[in-house]
């Protein structure tokens, strides 16, 4: 499945269409994470329904999808804190799922 597109509303791999490497990769500005695929993206599906809280349904999968990779149980309180996290803009939540994948690559 291509980024941009979500038939029947499947759940997406938020990581797997990242740049080889550029998850494992210090983010250093916040161009260069406004250009990581996921975060176009979540830009592109936010400009279809523009409105508070128009990225909260893809923002949060930049983070989950991190934590399922790297094998990370979520319990409820964690998944309050990934749903106000999903409020802030995607580049930041891709700052935390590149995070979460680097220290799970550190781990292994």
């Known amino acids: 499945m291509t980024m941009g597109t979500n038939p029947a509303n499947e759940p997406r791999d938020w990581l797997s269409d990242w740049p080889e490497g550029l998850e494992y990769a210090p983010l250093e500005t916040e161009d260069r994470a406004r250009e990581l695929p996921a975060v176009r993206a979540t830009y592109a599906e936010f400009a279809a329904r523009p409105g508070q809280g ?17 094998g990370v149980e979520l319990g409820a309180y964690v998944r ?12 930041t939540c891709a700052v935390v799922a590149a995070m979460i994948s680097r220290a799970a690559d550190g781990a292994r």
């Open 54 to 70: 128009g990225w909260t349904p893809t923002t949060p999968r930049l983070i989950t999808s991190a934590c399922d990779a790297a």
């Open 80 to 91: 309050r804190i990934v749903a106000w996290l999903s409020g802030w803009e995607p580049t």
